[in-house]
DNA sequence: CCTACCGATCGGTAGG
DNA sequence: CCTACCGATCGGTAGG
């Protein structure tokens, strides 16, 4: 109820005005996550900002640009999340529920671009195609040293097979492109800690319990 | 050493000639696969074939069903491989390890069509992508039964989160197209064993023991 | 299975 | 940011 004068559109108290070069960003990154980079035309892309397909060329240089920097900020996003726990103190386990619930935040935030990443990510130039690999291999070679780091401390089975657990780890997190909903009843906190929760204690139950048994 | 009359190609001996529909099916799955749906130009997949664009349109009806059926027969196979599992009369862990092997084991067999499966089949026709979010339910539903009757057993935790538990199995099984290798050195029963002990007994150590102990 | 072609649409540019 | 346009390529067809 208070007044704030010369700030006459209050959407702009939320958000800062967005560049168009940022909006036509954004709305690439829906389009190319819905319909693919191929089947999504500049003149599509265009008419859902209201302008013409000509006039998108006057902010970005290319089709094949905006699909680069769409990946490479996901990319960036994705090692961000995870380079800070690399010299974190904490035990294995308890760093593994952190990188887990990082990694799905980042997908939770950026679903569309999330998308992008791992979808059509083959549709760039050599160059970026490597470049993209390239952060791959970081975040895979990631949990492979915590996993490491787990069987050193005696946190994890001296027996687990580092290269298998961080597929496994990898494959929860990166899947929950193709399921999570932002706007769900679960947080990426809550898929995390369910996750982490599954993967270290294991599904079996910890005692042979009797089958029907009443508490 | 045998001779063989009347079989003069030796080619012919270990498969029976595909037909030309089989041939345009395979490569277009593996196109697709590589470079996408809408990337693939039928003259791309008439030249790999050495003919003409327009010849393919007397073995096929358009590019779309030539999709259709890629994605169908992927979804199938998924289905057919887990159905018989339904009233398998084994424990629940036994199933689980089964199914796993089984679903990977569709995965690995099927590179190219499982890839086209997860990544394009939101390019089909609003009744085929019906048709293929029902398999999907489906394959769903067969996994979070199988934990609840893990539950009701006793040999999964009590409580455990079934959807999350679907969900996790789901991501590991079906991500593996993202980095399987058919002709390496892991089968697919060596992943299937692999997460199915990780996911079973979880990662954690059973006893706590001390850091650089040795045996 | 080929040649020749159809209308439609593509990414991108010139000039304003 | 628009109008008008470029050459290239698209899925598909006619007629043989």
């Known amino acids: 109820m208070t007044d704030l004068p010369a700030s006459p559109d209050p959407a702009e108290l939320a958000a800062p005005p967005k560049s168009r070069r940022e909006q036509i960003h954004e709305v690439a990154s ?41 990946v490479d900020r996901a990319a960036r996003q994705f090692d961000a999340a995870l380079f800070t726990l690399r010299e974190d103190p904490r035990p294995a386990d308890a760093k593994l529920r952190e990188a887990m619930e990082r990694h799905i935040r980042v997908v939770a935030d950026n679903m569309d671009s999330a998308t ?14 490597a470049r993209v690999t390239g952060w791959r291999d970081t975040i895979d070679h990631f949990y492979r040293d915590l996993l490491r780091q787990g069987i050193a401390e005696g ?50 139950a910890p005692a042979a319990a009797e089958p029907g048994a009443s508490p």
Not at 118 to 128: D, I, M, Q, R, T
Not at 160 to 185: C, E, F, Q
Request: glycine share 12%; aromatic share 12%.
């Open 30 to 70: 829906r389009l190319f996550s819905e319909r693919g980079y191929h089947a999504t035309s500049m003149r599509d892309l265009a008419g859902e900002l209201g302008m013409q397909g000509g006039s998108l060329y006057a902010h970005i240089s290319g089709k094949e640009d905006l699909l680069m920097e769409i």
């Open 116 to 129: 992008v990443f791992f979808h059509e990510w083959k549709h760039l130039s050599p160059g970026a195609y």
């Open 155 to 204: 946190h994890f089975r001296a027996d687990l097979d580092v290269k298998m657990g961080a597929n496994l780890i990898l494959s929860a997190v990166n899947w929950a492109y193709t399921w999570y909903h932002p706007g769900g009843n679960l947080t990426p906190r809550d898929v995390a800690e369910g996750y982490a929760e599954m993967l270290l204690g294991g599904l079996r």
